[in-house]
C-alpha cells in the first residue's frame, strides 16, 4: 500500500497539528538527520526538512527526508526556487512522490547572498507562487508546465509559507489567499512572538473565509537566551520580537534563559490553541530539536493522535 | 542607458603590460553618460598610464580617441587609419563597443578598461540605478511600472517574500522592496486587483534563448 501523508491525515480529522522543523547536516552523515528524527519521533505528526536554508550548503533535504522517512516519520520535502530551475524543481518532486515522501513545501528561499555561496547565481526561474501551482497542476491535473500530461501524477499533500509580520500587512491576507487558489493545502506561518499583530492577522483571515479552505499551523521558534532574542529582532528579516519578550528574558540569568524562553514558547502555544483558524503548530528550534518534545507535552500536545 | 564602470587602473595596468604602443578609444555615448568612457575619461586614463611608465621607467605611447558611438560600424571606422600603428587598444566602451571594435578588426588585440554593469537610469550626480535585464518580455504594465525582476533581488513575480519589512528588501537595507513599491503604486491608482491574478511563469527563452538574441527589421533594411 503506498503511503499517505500524516499531517493531512490529522488535519483532515481534526485534529490539532504539530510539525517540527529538522535541519540536515554540513556533511554526508546520515546519522545526524536520523538522530533528530529519532528526538522528534512520536512527539510531532510530520518533520520539515530545510532546503539549504540560509543559502548555506548542506545534505540535500530531498535526501534526508528520504532518511527520516526510512525511520518511520513523515516528512515535509521543502523545496525552495533559489537554486533549481523548472526543470530540476518539476523532476525532483516526481521523484520525492516516487520514494513515498508524501508532503511538500514550496518557498522562494533565504537569498543567496546570506549563506556560504554569495557568488552563486540565484536560480529564481520561478517563484514560490508558481512553484505552489505548478505542484498542485501536477497532482490534479498530472501535467506538467507547458500541458504536457504525465504518466503519473504525484501524491503529495501541498504546503507554503506566510509571514504576518512582514509589511506590507494590509497586502499580507491577501497574499496568503493568493496561495491558497495556488494550490496550498497548509500554511506554516514565520515565528510568532508577536501574538497581537498574530491575532490581528488571523482575524483579516477567518473575515475572508480562508481558515476554510486551508489549515494554517502557526510558528513557533524557543528562545535560547536574550541575546539570540536580540539577534533575531535586529538581524533577521520579517522577525517581530517585541520588548515585552526581550525584557521577559533579560529578567533572568543567562542560565536561566533558556527555561523562560520554553515557558513564553509554551504559552505561545497554548495561546495558538485557541486561536480560531488554526489548526496546528509548527516548531523551528533552530539546531535545538531536543527542546521539541518538552514543548509538545508541556502544551498539552502529547500524545499525538492516532490517525 | 547602458552603465559602466572602469576597471581599477592595476588590473588595467596589467592587462597593458606586454604593450608599449596603446590605443585608447572611447565612447560619446551611454558610458560618457555615466561619466565611465568618455573623452574626459579617456584622457585621465591616459594620464595616469603615462604618469605610471614614467615613474616605472617604461616608454608607453598612447593616443587617444573618442568615437561617437563605439558599437555602430560608421563610427568604429574611423580606427582604421590608426588601427595598425598600435600593439593593442584599450577600449572604455561597454562590451558591445569591445566587441564590435574586435570584430571590424580581428587582428587586433583589444581589451576592456571598463567593466559594464547594467541597463539603467541617471538618478542624480554621481547615482546610477539599474532599471532594466532586458528579458525581451517588458510586464511593467502589470507592476505599475517598477520591473520586479530588476528590483526584487529574487525577482518574484508575485511578491513580496517575508523579508519586506518598513518597505525595504532583506538583502539590502539601502534598497526599497519592489514589492511595496508595486503594490503602494497600485493602491494609489486604485488598480490593487491586478495583484489577484497569479502571474505566470516568465519565457526566459526571450532573454537567454539560444546564443545572442537579435532583432532584425526588414522595414530598416537598405
Redesign the interface.
Known sequence: MRGESRLKKVLQQGSFAVTAECGPPKGAEPEAIRKKGKILKGFVDSVNVTDNQTGVVRLSSLAACMLLLQDGLDPILQMTT?DRN?IALQSDILGASALGIRNILGL??D?Q??GNQPQAK?V???????LI?VVRQMRDAGVI?GGEQLTEPPDLFIGA???PF???L??RV??LE?KV??GAEFIQT?SIYNLARFREWMGQVVDRGIHERVHILGGITPLKSARMAEYMRDRV??MDIPDEIITRMKSVPGAKQREHGMAIAVEAMQALKEIKGVYGVHIMAIEWEEAVPQLVEEAGLSPRPDV | MITAERKPLAEIKELIAPYRKILIVGCGSCVAECAAGGEKEVGLLASALRMDARRAGRDLEIKELTLDRQCVYEFIDQLTEFIDQYEAVLSLGCGAGVQAVAEVFPKAIVLPALNTTFVGETKEAGLWIERCRGCGDCKLGFFAAVCPITNC???????????????RC??DPDTP?AW?LI??RL?ESGR?DC??K?????D?SRQQGRGPRRIIREDQKL
Not at chain 1, 529564481?124 to 507562487?129: A, E, N
Open positions: 533559489r523548472r522562494s528561499g537569498h547572498s546570506f540565484g529564481f526561474d520561478i517563484d514560490s507562487m508558481q501551482q508546465l509559507v506566510e509571514n512582514a509589511d506590507p494590509s497586502y491577501l497574499r493568493k487558489v495556488a514565520q528579516a520579517g | 533581488a529574487k525577482g518574484l513575480f508575485n511578491g513580496p517574500c517575508g523579508g519586506s519589512q518598513e518597505g532583506e538583502v522592496c511595496q503594490i503602494t493602491e490593487l495583484l489577484e497569479i502571474y505566470p511563469p516568465a526566459w
